[in-house]
């Protein structure tokens, strides 16, 4: 059977691109916003100047990019202390975020093979909060079943390891603090992208037209016929 889809040539698809207008003013908005939730400070400071968008308090990327990078670095105690010293708020008012904090200590302590240290802080820092929350005490007895392993690479919960927890937590506490500042948790532009994958995906079962598969070019494909 042959397909019905309607094909829509690549000067079609232009023309159509063409007619949809977009303020360059809400464009700036959107690449300041990427620059400023992921920290990128000198490159939203040049663009900052050369676009004329609002101006941001670009000190505070500064701030909070210290404190990524303790955490993704396991300096945790010194990204607790920054974090308060921007505004305690913050870990006051999100119990989850401190305890993920405080289970990112102890796996720093583990991963150090502090062991009889490791004990004492799960016992007098997090323990007390597992006896609250159930879903803590779980989170709990995982990290301290590190221990129980030699190889931590044959043991089931050895991911707490991984470079990639730290980056989970630090992602967690930037978000938090981007929040407190009244800014998004999370940059539009990926948001976007998502969307327009979806929606071409959602077209592609209509029609056969132009698509962007290069998202970092954006260069448009000859349809397929």
Known sequence: MSSSKKVITKEEWEKKLADVKIRKEDMNKLVMNFLVTEGYVEAAEKFQMESGTQHIDLGTITDRMAVRKAVQCGNVEDAIEKVNDLNPEILDTNPQLFFHLQQQRLIELIRSGSVEEALQFAQEELAPRGEENHAFLEELERTVALLAFEDTASCPVGELLDVSQRQKTASELNAAILTSQSH??????????KMLIWAQNQLDEKA???RINDLVNATLEDPVT
């Open 184 to 193: 998004e948790k999370d940059p539009k532009l990926p948001s976007l992208l």
């Open 208 to 210: 056969s037209y132009p």
